[in-house]
Nanobody, 125 residues
Framework: VQLQASGGGSVQTGDSLRLTCEDS????????MGWFRQAPGKEREFVAG????????AYGDPVTGRFTISRDGARNTVYLQMDSLKPEDTAVYYC???????????????????WGQGTQVTVSS
């Protein structure tokens, strides 16, 4: 499993960005996937998760209603559409794969087994 996150950048409040997480390795499509973020001086926090089938999703409270996670199983790619961005969304965003999640969408970073390198998102007011 080799996860590569991309799509970050510097935007204004209210703008949108779409992050992409591609797996260039051999991650089974049965892995649940998640996005996390870490702002300077803060703990890494759960942003969104999606089941291996793409049917079930979960979101952290700060992003519910603004962010949408999706996946393209054929391309082994996961997306995070971020709308109505706020300065407090500024962070490094990481994608991760959970090989043992099964029917459960985990929200703890300790439950994820593989991580991408992170992509910076900066939102200015």
């Amino acid at each position: 499993v080799q996860l590569q996150a991309s799509g970050g950048g510097s935007v204004q409040t209210g703008d949108s960005l779409r992050l992409t997480c591609e797996d260039s390795g051999d991650a089974p499509t049965s892995y649940n996937m998640g996005w996390f973020r870490q702002a300077p001086g803060k703990e890494r926090e759960f942003v969104a998760g999606i089941s291996w089938s793409g049917v079930r999703t979960a979101y952290g409270d700060p992003v519910t209603g603004r962010f949408t996670i999706s996946r393209d199983g054929a391309r082994n790619t996961v997306y995070l559409q971020m709308d109505s961005l706020k300065p407090e969304d500024t962070a490094v965003y990481y994608c991760a794969a959970d090989r043992n999640g099964g029917t459960r969408l985990d929200r703890s970073q300790d439950d994820y087994d593989y991580w991408g390198q992170g992509t910076q998102v900066t939102v200015s007011s």
